[in-house]
């Protein structure tokens, strides 16, 4: 008898931002009119990473696309773009480029669609070693740096609102480790990813993004530096959350983003 097969038990369901539940196909229907998605993730949620994978392709069927990852930064796009051209092998570019340790699990499959479709991916973040001189040093520090090094950052100076909300909740966090300086590093990442998003966003396609949750959440992150320099463009935001019950969306998660991905707290992570 395997009638108990039958009945539902989803390890995860989305929401708009008002706490009403939809489908994927909803989801994507909307996603396909945006000029600018940016998929907020759990960094260690596997049903996070494989519906990163499954929009890519849904988009992919609706719209040409254009790729780009927090998970790559900036001076690593040379030696991405030699992968996705198949000039060098995984081994090469685990070698050459700063991969994430879940990077093999979590994200290569949606660069290598990217690879396998002769989709452009861009690698958006800011050298972690710049953002840490920020943690420590301040904006300042970046002045030092070559022209070179400048053009794997945002443009400076980088503009900056210590008052966003998302900014004043890492500093509640952190508590006594928190500072206006580890805040400041943060908007580094956000305003350089920010930058190579639009740098390489080309009218008429659609850009799919990759960040954490909390480089996006309440349309702030990196979608507040976004709209700074583009305001007239159409952005949408996921937003990853993990809850006991998924059966509606938390009041405290309404608002995160125009769709909200609620995961059972009981999903295993990646790491």
Known sequence: MLSGFAQSKPAYRIYTSKGKAVSYKKMVSSLIKQDIVLFGELHNNPIAHWLEFELAQSLAEKRELILGAEMLEADNQQVLNQYLASEISFRALDTLARLWPNYYTDYSPVVNFARSQKIPFVATNIPRRYARMVHYQGFEALDSLSQEEKAWIAPLPIPFDPTLPTY??????????????????????????????????????????????????????????????????????????????????????KGLADFIIVVDEDMTTTY
């Open 168 to 253: 004043q909740s890492i500093l509640e966090m952190m508590g006594d480790h928190g500072s206006p300086k580890l805040v400041k590093a943060q908007a580094s990442k956000d305003a350089t990813m920010a930058h190579f998003i639009l740098a390489n966003y080309s009218p008429g396609k659609l850009f799919y993004h990759l960040n954490g949750s909390f480089h996006s959440d309440h349309h702030e992150g990196i979608v507040w530096y976004l709209k700074q320099s583009k305001p007239a463009l159409n952005y949408a935001t996921i937003s990853t959350v993990s809850q006991a019950d998924i059966s509606k969306l938390g009041e405290d998660n």
